[in-house]
């Protein structure tokens, strides 16, 4: 849990790297990247 206040560098992805077969996770899409809070790259 993030708590308030309290600021998360996150990456979302297309898919679950933990869920896809080895050869594919090449084949992951990053979606969107947030830094400090803020949205640095958004797909």
């Known amino acids: ?3 308030q206040i309290k600021i998360a560098d996150l ?3 297309d898919k679950n790297p933990l ?3 080895r050869e ?3 084949d992951i899409i ?3 990247t ?3 809070g803020e949205t ?3 797909r």
């Open 1 to 3: 849990m993030i708590k």
């Open 11 to 13: 990456v979302m992805l």
């Open 19 to 21: 869920k896809v077969r």
């Open 24 to 26: 594919d996770i090449k």
């Open 30 to 32: 990053v979606l969107e």
């Open 34 to 36: 947030i830094k400090n």
């Open 40 to 42: 640095v790259f958004k």
